[in-house]
């Protein structure tokens, strides 16, 4: 029987793999942000795209009616698509826009200019949204590092069968995260264009770039480590923290937790919360089929090192 002595070296030599393990993700980490610092313009620019494409149509629906001018090179102004509703009546706020000669867009002589979207209140909010998006992309670019480093961590209480599938299990996370956070990107769309029929006349949407960002970013990071649910349901299979049979039984109270999550993590509306279930569903059969076959293979290995010992 161990001693305690030996009990607590063999608890701390575990701490101590812990701490360098968890070093090295810090590691990879710092250097990825670093890359992502580069990457963030162009991402900041995409989150920013289905606000703004909402933004856009609310703009046309409730736009006023805008008057083109043309100016000719004889110094003449003519009117140009006069539209029916200045005919019809004299609304209170009318756009004109003047066309030069010689081409190019034409410049807006009256009326408000369209407001943006999203908004800077603070002088440093550029550049610290600027790094919470660098350490987001960083996070997912080392996602393949910080995978590898927990297998490491685990990899001593596995088996030689169940080592060999370390390789898809990490091809596997690496996926699934990035492709949460594009599915989560996907229904931001849906979900802005759905919350802006609920503005009423004379309002605009605008929003304050932290609270925004915070929210995407929020998210899609929330959904991405939501997609590593077969993962999860792999390891805690394998730790022996539940059994795939007791997970097949209760299933259905399962998916009502998922239920519940994907309302969650998810706008305020049918859609989003739809559209998240019915991956979430698909997500944890598939972790669990992959946890049934592990846990198959798990059961052949050991009566096989059984029937070798048996065996004179």
């Known amino acids: 029987m161990p001693s305690s002595n030996d009990q607590t070296a063999g608890f701390l030599d575990h701490l101590e793999e812990l701490r360098s393990r968890l070093i090295k993700c810090i590691l ?9 610092y580069f990457i963030a313009p162009p991402v900041q620019v995409a989150l920013i795209k289905p ?25 003449t102004v003519v009117a140009r698509d006069l539209p029916d509703e200045l005919l019809e009546h004299r609304p209170e706020n009318v756009t004109v826009l003047l066309q030069l000669p010689g081409g190019g867009d034409p410049v807006r002589i009256a009326g408000a200019e369209p407001s943006a979207p999203v908004l800077f209140l603070r002088v440093l909010d550029p550049f610290m949204l600027r790094l919470k998006v660098a350490l987001v992309i960083g996070v997912a670019l080392a996602l393949p590092v910080i995978l590898y480093q927990a297998w490491a961590f685990v990899a001593p209480g596995l088996l030689a069968s169940e080592r060999q599938f370390v390789l898809p299990l990490i091809a596997s996370g690496t996926l699934l995260f990035p492709a949460g956070a594009l599915f989560a990107y996907f229904l931001f769309g849906y979900a802005f264009e759905f919350l802006a029929h609920f503005a009423v006349e004379n309002t605009a949407i ?10 995407t970013l929020t998210m899609m990071v929330g959904v991405g480590a939501v997609f590593e649910l077969p993962l999860a349901i792999v390891m805690a299979t394998r730790t022996g923290l539940v059994r795939t049979d007791w997970l097949a039984q209760h299933r259905k109270y399962i998916f009502v937790a998922l239920l519940l999550l994907s309302a969650l993590i998810t706008p305020a509306d049918p859609f989003s919360m739809v559209a998240m279930i019915l991956p979430l569903v698909l997500l944890f059969e598939g972790g669990l089929f992959a946890s049934r076959i592990l846990e198959k293979r798990r059961r052949d290995a050991e009566g096989s090192e059984s029937s070798a010992e048996e065996s004179p």
Do not use: C, M, N, W
């Not at 990879?28 to 992502?36: C, K, M, P, Q, S």
């Not at 009616?65 to 090179?73: A, K, R």
């Open 28 to 36: 990879a980490i710092a250097v990825t942000f670093i890359a992502g």
């Open 206 to 215: 605008q929003v304050d770039s932290r609270s925004y960002l915070a929210f």
């Open 51 to 75: 606000l703004a494409t909402t933004h856009e149509k609310r703009l046309e629906r409730t736009a006023p009616p805008s008057l083109t001018l043309e100016l000719s090179e004889d110094g």
